[in-house]
């Protein structure tokens, strides 16, 4: 999972902006002295500061350069059901809760599961949602991430409420693109039952997304069990002739 050129130019220069070496209304040093420090090509200085543009760090005008207008990246999504705002909604209802992480390598099996090469190595996240005051958790989760983010882990236990991927993109500037979505209906194991706190064999749904950069690349894979009374996924279906 090699990240493009474009990007690391555009992971350390949010680092930059973000840590107050670049505070707002600075201006960033110029496409050809970007091009110098990076030992790059003009095009992939302009990708870089394009996707700082896209996360809302700066903006960039003809004749005066990029300036710095915020040291933290806008949300990732509008509010709009068609832009998966009801994610946004969830992660500050039903706050997170980190149990476990650890580096692991797919197995075929969960590397089919998830559409994953097999042998690749991923930041697994094993984590909870819950509503506040609940006695029992609403899923359980295992986020597999980009190793190279390995600070996500103590970012999502710092910010219970944010989403993973509003986390990689204000901290690292891989700016998310898609989320692929794909439900299923399932019995629950022994070990996701207990987890849950419900029998063994109790119907469930489990969520799998996946969230993909400008480039098509999986950053993110999330895969969310829940007990099939405690999450309801609604839709509207528009006719269009």
């Not at 110029?30 to 809302?56: H, P, W």
Request: with cysteine; hydrophobic share 40%.
């Amino acid at each position: 999972m090699a990240i493009p050129l474009y990007q690391q130019v555009a992971q350390d220069l949010v680092q930059q902006v973000t840590s107050g070496a670049f505070p707002v209304g600075s201006v960033l040093p110029s496409e050809l002295k970007l091009m110098e420090r990076y030992g790059t090509s003009r095009n992939t200085v302009r990708a870089a500061l394009k996707q700082l543009q896209d996360i809302g760090l700066v903006s960039r005008k003809r004749n005066r350069g990029t300036t710095v207008q915020a040291v933290s990246a806008a949300g990732t999504f509008a509010q709009s059901l068609s832009t998966l705002d009801d994610l946004v909604s969830f992660a500050k209802s039903a706050t997170r809760t980190v149990n476990a992480s650890k580096e692991v390598v797919l197995d075929i099996e969960t590397a089919r599961a998830l559409g994953c090469p097999p042998g690749s190595r991923w930041l697994q996240i094993a984590m909870t949602r819950s509503e506040p005051g609940a006695a029992v958790p609403l899923a359980w989760t295992d986020a597999y991430v980009d190793p190279r983010y390995g600070g996500v882990r103590q970012l999502a236990r710092k910010h219970p409420d944010a989403l993973l991927c509003d986390l990689i993109e204000k901290n690292y500037g891989r700016r998310i693109a898609t989320i692929d979505q794909t439900v299923g209906a399932r019995a629950l194991g022994a070990e996701l039952a207990s987890r849950l706190a419900v029998p063994e064999g109790t119907p469930g749904l489990e969520i799998i997304r996946k969230y993909r950069d400008a480039a098509n690349a999986m950053v993110l894979v999330t895969r969310s069990s829940y007990p099939a009374d405690r999450y309801v996924i609604s839709t509207t279906l528009v006719r269009t002739a």
